[in-house]
Each structure stands twice: as structure tokens, then as C-alpha cells.
């Protein structure tokens, strides 16, 4: 496991699926706007 990022790091460079079916990369959706990223252990977990 990699140490989490600090405030105010800049994210490294990663993709995802979307709700859409759609997959998106950082750097695309920061091309055309602002991002605000979240990240929260258990979304949708049991635990």
C-alpha cells in the first residue's frame, strides 16, 4: 500500500469507470475543467 497524498499534492495520473460505463483519465476531464477528487475508505462496504 502507497502512503496517502498530503493537501494540496498534485494527483498522479490514473484512470476510472464512470456510472456511464464510460472511462475516464485525470488528465482528459482536467483538460476541459476543475477537478476535486474524494476518496473515503468503506463506500459501499460492509465495513
Not at 19 to 35: F, I, K
Amino acid at each position: 500500500m502507497t502512503d496517502p497524498l498530503r493537501v494540496g499534492v498534485t494527483a498522479p495520473a490514473f484512470a476510472a469507470a464512470a456510472s456511464d460505463g464510460d472511462r475516464y483519465t485525470l488528465g482528459d476531464v482536467l483538460a476541459r475543467q476543475h477537478v476535486a477528487l474524494f476518496f473515503y475508505p468503506g463506500n459501499d462496504t460492509p465495513g
